[in-house]
């Protein structure tokens, strides 16, 4: 069974740190895209980064650029996303996605998902 599992949310206050990891087990992911999104409270799901295979491309949304990166240890097969100087908007949950096959931007494009990890930022 494949599954992607999320982890490193919590409670943090305004201009803080956290570093989200995503595990994946019941196959490689080591060559395809992954990603995260996050859905904030009341929203849509939205695209926040995504890494290819080799890490030597990467993509992230206007409002993550400067603050969020994204990275991953395929020998670990995990997925990280580090977020620094947090903001109360940045509250949502985030989910990691594996094994896109149109636009990375896209949610339908995923085939796998995590069942997220909450981050609350609080000012």
């Known amino acids: 069974q494949v599954q992607l599992a999320e982890s490193g949310g919590r409670l943090v206050q305004a201009g803080g740190s956290l570093r989200l990891s995503c595990l994946a087990s019941?196959?490689?992911?080591?060559?395809?895209?992954m990603g995260w999104f996050r859905q904030p409270p009341g929203k849509e799901r939205e695209f926040v980064a995504v890494?290819?295979?080799?890490?030597?491309?990467?993509y992230y949304a206007d409002d993550v650029k400067g603050r969020f990166t994204i990275s991953r240890d395929n020998a670990k097969s995990t997925l990280y996303l580090q977020m620094n100087s947090l903001k109360p908007e940045t509250t949502a949950v985030y989910y990691c996605?594996?094994?896109?096959?149109?636009?990375?931007?896209?949610?339908?494009?995923?085939?796998?998902w995590g069942q997220g990890t909450q981050v609350t930022v609080s000012s």
């Open positions: 890494i290819s295979w080799s890490g030597s491309t990467i």
């Open positions: 019941g196959r490689t992911f080591s060559s395809d895209p």
């Open positions: 996605a594996a094994d896109p096959d149109g636009s990375y931007r896209d949610t339908g494009s995923y085939h796998y």
